[in-house]
């Protein structure tokens, strides 16, 4: 298994990511699998390493604002500047893309955030555009925190680790999605819910 370090030169990440490779990689709680959005065979190759179903989206990390365009979501929506208010956090986001991409499903939505984790977002920033960033580990089974873990998931595979050590673990990132003027939490997490909802307070005293 290749071993990608932060602040080793990209260029043989940029390589494998544009080749349908996989990065696993330390986000603030385990280790997430990256492969560019875009890429179709990437995107293959998580579903068929996770035993993912189907259909279902893969959520995207990104270094700032800049990637968002990238992904086609419109960086000047209104809801954007409430997010960069509370990002970096585990906070994931679900917004509307331009068109469907690989990382999609399909849909005309994708999960994004920009993670409580500044190696990664340097990382992404290096790379120049966002990562999945869906869990390390096979569907129904736990998240994998150790790093030492990792080889047997990707046994086989076109992959490179990240290794960040062992992970605190704990609850995912939570998940909200826009609801008219805010945000509806889809799944509780890391992110306090008593932010989101005194965000919007201040919000609606500003109009």
Known sequence: MRLHRFGDPLPPLRDLLARG?????P??????LGVDPWNRAGVEAVYR???REAGKPLPVVIAGRDQLAGLGIDPDLNIVERLFALWPAPLTAVLPV?????AS???RTLAVRVPDHGPLRELLAGLGHGLTATSANRSGEAPIVDPAALPDLLAG??????????LPGGPPS?????????LKVLRSG????????EDLRSTEEEG
């Open 105 to 107: 499903a399909g849909t």
């Open 98 to 102: 331009a068109r469907p991409l690989p």
């Open 190 to 197: 890391r992110f306090p819910a008593e932010r989101l909802e």
């Open 174 to 182: 939570t998940l909200v999605a826009i609801e008219g003027e805010g």
């Open 21 to 25: 490779g996989i990065v696993a990689f």
């Open 49 to 51: 390493i996770k035993e």
């Open 27 to 32: 986000t603030e709680s385990s280790y997430g």
């Open 157 to 166: 595979e076109d992959a490179m680790v990240v290794d960040g050590g062992v």
